[in-house]
C-alpha cells in the first residue's frame, strides 16, 4: 500500500513537471506572443491616432485657405486687373498706388510687403494697391501676417489679395476682421482695396 501512494506520489510529480515543461514550451511562447500582439496593437493605434491628426491639420488648413479664397465677381475682378493694368509701367513692373493718391494714410514698414493703412471712405469707386511686390525672395522671410478690418456703411468693398498670374480673392468683403499668415515668396503678391459707392473704414496692418 505504502508502494502505491509513492508510485501515485512521483506520478503526480512526473505529470507535474511535464506539465510545467509543456506550459514552457507552449504556454509561454503563446504568453509572450500575446504580449507582442498588444505592443503592435498599441503601435497600430498610436499610428492610427497620429494619421488622424496630421489629417485633421490638412483638413483645418484647407478650410483657413477657403475661407481666405473667396471669390471675387466679375464686376469688381474686372475693375481690380484694370487698375493693376493702368499701373504697369513700360518694363511690366506694377507698382503701389501712390501716397497722394490714396484715401487715407499708409505707413509702409520694413519694405513694401509690410506696414499699416488706415482709411476713411465716402462714396468711393475705384482701386488701391496698397502693399506688396515683385521679390521672388524676400530678404524677410516668405511669410507675413495680415489683420485687416472692413466697415461697411453703404456700397460694396473688398479687401483683396492677388498672387502672381491668379484671379484676385477676396479676404474680406463683408463688415468683419481677418487674420492670416500668407506666403509672398516665388510670386508678385500684392493686396488692395476695391470699393463700388463705397462708405465706410478700412485697417490693415502686415507684419
Partial sequence: MRQNKKYTKRT????????????????????????????????????????????????????????AA??????PKDAILGAFDAFTDATGKIALTE?????????????NYTGSYK?????????????????????????????????????EAIIFLRSGAEEPVALLNDTGEYTATLDVSGNSTYIGVWGDNYTGSVSINIE
Avoid: H, P, W
Fill in 12 to 67: 503526480l510529480l512526473l505529470g507535474f513537471v511535464v506539465v510545467m515543461g509543456l506550459f514552457s514550451l507552449t504556454g509561454c511562447s503563446d504568453f509572450f506572443q500575446t504580449l507582442a500582439d498588444g505592443k503592435n496593437a498599441v503601435i497600430d493605434g498610436a499610428a492610427d491616432v497620429k494619421d488622424s491628426a496630421i489629417d485633421g491639420l490638412t483638413d483645418a488648413k484647407d478650410t483657413v485657405l477657403d475661407a
Fill in 70 to 75: 473667396q471669390a471675387i465677381g466679375d464686376g
Fill in 99 to 111: 501716397d497722394g493718391s490714396l484715401q487715407g494714410n499708409r505707413m509702409i514698414g520694413e519694405d
Fill in 119 to 155: 482709411a476713411d471712405y465716402n462714396n468711393y469707386s475705384d482701386t488701391e494697391i496698397l502693399f506688396g511686390g515683385t521679390a521672388l525672395e524676400r530678404e524677410s522671410g516668405d511669410t507675413v501676417k495680415i489683420t485687416c478690418s472692413l466697415d461697411i456703411d453703404s456700397g
